[in-house]
């Protein structure tokens, strides 16, 4: 990892984030006529992170470096984070003021623009206009331990959770018709629901509001069944698989002393493992964290404590964890559970190619 230097009012602390709020990766057709995008504003996010240059955020002069060239070119593009989703993590910036004492910070992403532009809004308040460039560790190809891609295993598991949730078929059925999207699951609708939804705009017809509720329902148990299946062996498996090789990194963190400052920018992919992971079944129940959701675990002498927010429309509170079924816990007791779930990338790329078997 590469980074910045930070000294916290908390020994050290290792933060997780989600990107913020984004368009849509699959848009519903008619949600892509630009009377329906209003909500959608990215005009503003034109950062050339290779070299520099920031050609609209003039009042936010931070120069990063980072190892992956690719700048963003300002228009809505699926995925693209909105100038709302980039505010929410200028405000996370604020709260890692209010908590933390900064000297050196190592950073992480994803190579997505949003995570990337995400990290550049954290950092906002922290360092000044004339800082240095800060690099930025950006995994390669194959190599990624904070999202997990092009896994047929995974593709198989989401795809027998699916199946499961056919109960509702009458009623998907009706919605693709409406919507003009026969392809589309109920994820799918909640992908493109979700923005407005944390925007607290409207959503046009031919949306209903049962529409809305009915698909995030049915999102949640998606969630839910994902990465807190009630089988316990493919629960354990699916979460090795698709957040063990950073569970490594993790223990590496609280293994190492010198350690002071992380930020891991990422996606709900990063998040939901961990949470699964670390905290006890019933702090948070709404199966998909939301936008700017963040995870931090802060190491305070022998001690950890996990500061969760599950969305932007919470505050961030401490929760049990269950590594010793309390808020507070020791690094050993933290170690032994997560040693449970660590492992390598060859160990992922075995388990990805595994055949799932009900």
């Known amino acids: 990892m590469l980074g910045l230097t930070l000294v916290l009012l908390e020994s050290r602390v290792m933060i997780h984030t989600r990107h913020g709020v984004r368009t849509p990766l699959k848009p519903m057709p008619f949600m892509r006529d630009p009377q329906y995008n209003s909500p959608m504003i990215c005009k503003q996010l034109k950062y050339d992170f290779q070299n520099n240059k920031s050609k609209q955020i ?12 690719n700048a963003v070119t300002g228009s809505c593009y699926a995925g693209q984070l909105t100038d709302f989703g980039f505010e929410q993590h200028v405000k996370l910036s604020d709260e890692w003021n209010r908590l933390y004492e900064f000297s050196y910070v190592n950073l992480r992403s994803t190579r997505y623009q949003r995570v990337r532009i995400s990290l550049l809004g954290q950092l906002d308040h922290i360092y000044s206009s004339t800082s240095a460039p800060q690099p930025v560790s950006v995994g390669s190809a194959g190599f990624e331990s904070l999202y997990l891609q092009d896994c047929s295993y995974d593709k198989q598991f989401q795809a027998f959770v699916i199946k499961n949730l056919d109960y509702h078929l009458i009623e998907l059925q009706d ?30 017809l031919p949306i209903t509001q049962s529409d809305v509720d009915l698909t995030f329902k049915i999102n949640t148990l998606f969630w839910r069944n994902l990465y807190k299946n009630q089988n316990e062996q493919f629960r354990k498996y699916y979460l090795k698989m698709t957040i063990g090789t950073h569970v490594t990194e993790v223990l590496q963190f609280l293994c190492n002393p010198d350690s002071a400052f992380q930020i891991n920018s990422g996606h709900d992919m990063t998040i939901q493992p961990l949470e699964s992971i670390l905290i006890v079944d019933g702090e948070f129940e709404n199966g998909q964290v939301g936008f700017a959701s963040f995870l931090n675990i802060e190491v305070e002498s022998n001690y ?20 010793c079924g309390k808020i507070q816990c020791t690094v050993e007791e933290v170690e032994v559970l997560l040693k449970e779930y660590a492992i390598g990338f060859e160990e992922r790329d075995r388990m990805c190619k595994t055949e799932f078997k009900e």
């Open 58 to 69: 003039s009042h936010r002069q931070l120069k990063l470096n980072f190892d992956v060239k």
């Open 175 to 204: 919605l693709r018709v409406r919507t003009n999207t026969p392809d589309f699951e109920w994820m799918d609708y909640a992908d493109n629901f979700a923005p407005y939804k944390q925007q607290n705009v409207a959503l046009p």
């Open 304 to 323: 950890v404590k996990i500061l969760f927010r599950g969305s932007d429309q919470e505050e961030g509170k401490y929760v049990n964890q269950r590594a």
